[in-house]
């Protein structure tokens, strides 16, 4: 640590110091553990012999003793708490003798990030025994005032930390809501013109329509007319592309299955991106459905693979297009894109991750401006009409771009908590009428699952608990025991695996009642569990009538699992 920063760490300290000692005749030092003076009454610079300061020079440029004898000495007064006796013979001394007895007190400790601060009080032989008694006491008070001014120190750096974070949160949410409202002024104007637009529209493709059924068929007029009934189509779609940019827009809404709407895409997406890129699709199956315009879900989807595939350009790339489920609470919604208070609970998320040249932060923050592009010539609204679809389905938006790291654009779509996929009913065994009750701890690596599992579960009448991994599962059992009456354990998880976590909970209740959840097949999977006291096992993807049977069950069990 440099003198300076020694300087500006303990100024506060320094001060006490001086108010204490400098009216004392005896010269007070004081020193780091590596022999720098950080502060010296009157009497010791009188002592040193300079009028200029001695403050951040080494004690050892002003004693005859042998350098490593000094920092030897001032070691041991570093790692004692109490006072430690020794003697200093000063080269220059004014007008006094030159051999002092010394009695070295530490400070402040020796810490990771700091080194051990000591005073040093010098006394002629003569005087230094009654002197050193009333040291100690003044010792102990400079310490104790110290202690407290440390600890005001502290409480102050914490609320200047709070105050700095706030601020800046304050900065932020005053930015996004400058182009909220930009963008809504925006949006309110875009819907107007639309609206109005669409009624000249109507006018004009009404009297063409009109002028085309009473033309014959060999009319020199009729290719001129049916030139100005495409054209005026054209800038119909282009009226739709403002009215969902203005948040409007939703026609025609549906309860639609992300995961089946994008698959059934998958061949119209394929022949729109470049041949040097290779489009993954992750769409797991029974994904919480949403009220949403199927048409422009599409729009959307065909928009941001085709943004993708110009990002990777005439490189070889990866797009890849996955769906799922999250439960995203205040924290996890205030950072997407345009928070307007969003409500917490259950969203359906269509995410779109290509390997392309990604964006910088000014490119990102021009990404939904109406019209903006990083190509030679616009396309239309492109994102900014992404956007008002997705504020028109009260859902978010959250960015991850990097130069040269490649883009992932996420949207969440609030999920229709009582309109689960049919399929997520269907399902073998089981008259339907059974209902649990108490509280299920699910634990698994993957969101989607959590948050179609903790739907399903809260469905079968249970409170759910979740943890994102092994040791996070095992932390809340521990925490939990007495409250939980099942644990929907994942085999396959990082860090801590099913088998190693159901291992843990076992040491912590011998009667924990666990069903495993797995890929493998019950066979693969409960010959590792034989006699290891499982209490039943359901293969993934499962819907809600498997995940009943099973987890009825496991209650039904005569006793629990032994030890």
């Known amino acids: 640590m440099t003198g300076g920063s020694i300087l500006e760490r303990h100024a506060?300290?320094?001060?006490?110091?001086?108010?204490?000692?400098?009216?004392?005749?005896?010269?007070?030092?004081?020193?780091?553990?590596?022999?720098?003076?950080?502060?010296?009454?009157?009497?010791?610079?009188?002592?040193?012999?300079r009028e200029a300061t001695c403050v951040g020079?080494?004690?050892?440029?002003?004693?005859?003793?042998?350098?490593?004898?000094?920092?030897?000495?001032?070691?041991?007064?570093a790692r004692n708490k109490r006072p430690m006796p020794g003697a200093i013979s000063w080269r220059q001394s004014g007008n006094g003798p030159h051999d002092y007895r010394c009695q070295g007190f530490v400070i402040e400790p020796h810490s990771s990030d700091s080194l051990a601060l000591v005073i040093i009080h010098c006394e002629t032989k003569d005087e230094a025994g009654n002197k050193f008694i009333a040291l100690n006491r003044k010792m102990e008070e400079l310490q104790a005032a110290y202690h407290k001014l440390a600890s005001h120190a502290e409480a102050l750096k914490s609320e200047i930390a709070k105050r700095t974070r706030m601020e800046k949160e304050q900065r932020a949410l005053e930015k996004q809501m400058h182009h909220v409202q930009k963008l809504e002024s925006l949006g309110i104007m875009a819907g107007g013109i639309a609206h109005d637009f669409n009624n000249m529209l109507m006018a004009v493709l009404g009297n063409a329509d009109l002028a085309l059924a009473d033309l014959e068929p060999w009319s020199p007029v009729r290719p001129f007319i049916e030139e100005i009934e495409k054209v005026s189509r054209r800038a119909a779609d282009l009226c739709r592309q403002m009215l969902a940019y203005s948040g409007r827009g939703k026609f025609v809404v549906k309860t639609v299955n992300l995961s089946d709407l994008l698959l059934d895409m998958v061949g119209m997406l394929e022949i729109s991106v470049s041949k040097k890129a290779v489009l993954k699709f992750n769409c797991p199956e029974n994904l919480p459905p949403i009220d949403s315009d199927p048409s422009q879900l599409r729009q959307i989807i065909m928009n941001l693979v085709i943004n993708a595939s110009e990002a990777i350009g005439d490189r070889s790339g990866v797009i890849t297009v996955s769906t799922g489920a999250v439960e995203c609470d205040r924290a996890y919604l205030s950072a997407t894109f345009l928070d307007e208070n969003l409500a917490e609970g259950l969203y359906t998320y269509l995410e779109v991750a290509d390997t392309g040249h990604g964006m910088d932060e000014e490119t990102k923050a021009k990404l939904f401006d109406p019209f903006f592009t990083t190509k030679f010539t616009g396309r239309g609204l492109g994102m900014s009409a992404v956007l008002g679809i997705v504020r028109g389905h009260k859902g978010g938006i959250k960015v991850y771009s990097e130069p040269g790291r490649g883009t992932?654009?996420?949207?969440?779509?609030?999920?229709?908590?009582?309109?689960?996929?049919?399929?997520?009913?269907?399902?073998p065994a089981s008259d339907g009428k059974w209902q649990g009750k108490g509280t299920v701890l699910l634990v698994d690596d993957d969101e989607t699952v959590r948050a179609v599992g903790r739907q399903m579960l809260e469905r079968l009448g249970f409170n759910v608990l979740m943890a994102n991994d092994g040791s996070q599962g095992v932390a809340a059992y521990r925490?939990?025991?007495?409250?939980?009456?099942?644990?929907?354990?994942?085999?396959?998880?990082?860090?801590?695996?099913?088998?190693?976590?159901?291992?843990?909970?076992?040491?912590?209740?011998?009667?924990v009642r666990v069903v495993l959840s797995s890929g493998y097949n019950e066979q693969d999977v409960t010959q590792r569990f034989a006699g290891k006291g499982l209490a039943g096992f359901i293969q993934k993807p499962y819907t809600l009538e498997p995940l009943r049977d099973a987890i009825q069950k496991a209650f039904e069990k005569t006793s629990r699992p032994e030890d």
């Open 408 to 427: 992932t654009i996420k949207l969440l779509f609030p999920s229709v908590p009582d309109a689960l996929s049919e399929d997520m009913h269907a399902g």
């Open 479 to 511: 925490e939990h025991t007495a409250e939980i009456d099942l644990v929907l354990l994942d085999l396959t998880m990082p860090h801590m695996d099913g088998e190693e976590t159901f291992r843990e909970m076992r040491r912590i209740s011998s009667e």
């Open 57 to 77: 020079k080494k004690l050892a440029d002003f004693v005859n003793d042998r350098p490593d004898d000094l920092l030897q000495y001032l070691h041991v007064c």
């Open 12 to 49: 506060a300290l320094i001060e006490h110091f001086h108010t204490f000692t400098d009216s004392w005749p005896a010269a007070h030092m004081l020193v780091t553990e590596d022999g720098e003076i950080v502060a010296a009454n009157i009497a010791a610079q009188k002592l040193s012999g």
